[in-house]
Structures are given as C-alpha cells and as structure tokens.
C-alpha cells in the first residue's frame, strides 16, 4: 500500500511532489512493525473477550449492553 502511494508520486499523480525528500522503506523493518502491531492488536482482542466473560458470568444483565 505504502509502496502504490510512493509510486502514484512519482508518477505524478497528485501533483508535483520531490520524492528525494521521502525515506527509502526497509520492507524488513515494515514487517518487524506490522508483526508488532498484529500482536498488539490480537492482545488487546484478547483481553476485551476476557473482560466480556468475566461479566457474562458475574453479571449476565450488563451483557446485553455490549452488543
């Protein structure tokens, strides 16, 4: 997605636009990140399902305010 953008630049397609000034990509420090981040993610996923249990059993009256 990144690297379209960076194409449709330079290209032209949004206007003028000096592409010297943008980073080059490391498509391994791309993955590092986007593997860090679906790790964040699915943690916090995680967690909100725990929190949905813990109140479907102590208290099954709040869930239907979660839906």
Sequence with gaps: MVGRWIREYKDGKYGNLDVAG???L???EL???NEKLKTLLGE???EIAI?????KK???HLLKNLK
């Design 26 to 28: 490391d498509t391994k």
């Design 22 to 24: 943008l980073p080059d």
């Design 44 to 46: 916090k996923d995680l």
């Design 31 to 33: 993955a590092k990140e």
């Design 58 to 60: 102590k208290n099954p």
């Design 51 to 55: 929190l949905r249990d813990l109140i």
